[in-house]
């Protein structure tokens, strides 16, 4: 079983920064793809952003030019650095990473794993 943990959640002002990161443990072959995504309460989860394991980023039209996306394959750690902060961006964080666990062939399954999440809130 493959578990998350975020952290660097908090209060932020608006146009500071603050840094996500999220460490996955447990029997981890491969990771394909690591992302970060928010949700507001009452409203669907949405994507912030993703990277896959051979460097393609992806991000929402909302966050480009402000979020940054890395990862630390060989931690298995996704980061998420977030500049020039706005109310908006006020939300629950998480943290999602798909890919392979079982270090055994025969036991290796595909994974899709969540993070329980890390509040990020920003004042005006």
């Known amino acids: 079983q493959v578990q998350l943990v975020e952290s660097g959640g908090g209060l932020a002002q608006a146009g500071s920064s603050l840094r996500l990161a999220c460490v996955a443990s447990?029997?981890?072959?491969?990771?394909?793809?690591m992302g970060w995504f928010r949700q507001i309460p009452g409203k669907e989860r949405e994507l912030v952003a993703t990277?896959?394991?051979?460097?393609?980023?992806n991000y929402a039209h909302s966050v480009k030019d402000r979020f940054r996306i890395s990862r630390d394959s060989a931690k298995n750690t996704v980061y998420l650095q977030m500049n020039s902060l706005k109310p908006e961006d006020t939300a629950v964080y998480y943290c999602?990473?798909?890919?392979?666990?079982?270090?055994?062939?025969?036991?290796?399954?595909?994974?899709?794993?969540w993070g329980q999440g890390t509040q990020v809130t920003v004042s005006s």
């Open positions: 999602n990473m798909g890919g392979e666990s079982g270090m055994s062939i025969f036991s290796r399954r595909a994974f899709d794993a």
């Open positions: 447990g029997s981890i072959y491969t990771i394909h793809v």
């Open positions: 990277t896959t394991s051979s460097g393609t980023t």
